[in-house]
């Protein structure tokens, strides 16, 4: 079936450096989604991204979509300790299964 | 403001008794919510896929008599966990989207912790 992987697993950064995590899909999607899991708390919706080399910025937040449409990667710039969480790909394949895929997820942790 | 509302956000219960979860959709009518399970630093798992006025489509290795979803109006799902085992202690998240889900975005509810004793 369709999987999901995200890399890093883990990321521990110091304030004010910068971030990325990177979504790769076994399969094409029609779209991915990404979102952000506070700990302790529910995912909660970034930004969605549908065509092929599309890039959106969110202020200091840059997602991108891969040429292919199998990757996906999220950058923060210099980041701040409300940063903090684990940050989530979601992609529906664009092979029939119509199901929405979450990545493994990033976990950031700031050294302040 | 949240708008998908999940109850309760947390419980414990003992071997073999069963529990509901409940999730609505606040300002909006969903006719398709999903049940995710996320076990501690992993990520979220698609249980099943609640569709009002039919039956769940459940994903494979979950067990449908044992996680009993009723979605019976546009605003409300609902997933019991029958005659529940430690094992099946996790945090239980519900979704629904707005639109039509492909294309359109999750709201997740606060989700419910369940713990097993």
């Known amino acids: 079936g369709q999987q999901v992987m995200q890399i890093p697993q883990y990321q521990h950064v110091q304030e004010g450096e910068d971030f990325t995590t990177y979504c790769n899909s076994s399969?094409?999607?029609?779209?991915i989604q990404w979102y952000k899991q506070r700990p302790g708390g529910h995912p909660v919706f970034l930004i969605q991204l549908v065509k092929s080399g599309e890039v959106k910025k969110q202020k200091r937040l840059t997602f991108q979509f891969g040429e292919a449409k199998k990757n996906s990667s999220l950058h923060i710039t210099a980041t701040q300790t409300t940063d903090v969480g684990t940050y989530f790909c979601?992609?529906?394949?664009?092979?029939?299964?119509?199901?929405?895929?979450f990545g493994t997820g990033t976990r950031l942790t700031i050294i302040p | 403001g949240a708008v998908v509302s999940q109850h309760p956000s947390w419980v414990i219960c003992k071997s073999g008794t069963s529990v509901k979860i409940e999730c609505r959709s606040l300002d909006f009518q969903a006719t398709t919510m999903f049940w995710y399970r996320q076990f501690p630093k992993q990520s979220l798992m698609l249980m099943a896929t609640s569709n009002e006025g039919s039956k769940a489509t459940y994903e494979q290795g979950v067990e449908k008599d044992k996680f009993l979803i009723n979605h019976a109006s546009l605003t409300l799902s609902t997933l019991t966990v029958t005659s529940a085992h430690p094992e099946d202690s996790s945090f239980y998240i519900c979704s629904a989207s707005r639109g039509q889900w492909i294309n359109s975005p999750l709201h997740f509810g606060n989700g419910t912790r369940l713990t097993v004793t």
């Open positions: 979601a992609g529906i394949s664009n092979f029939g299964n119509e199901k929405l895929t």
């Open positions: 399969t094409t999607l029609s779209n």
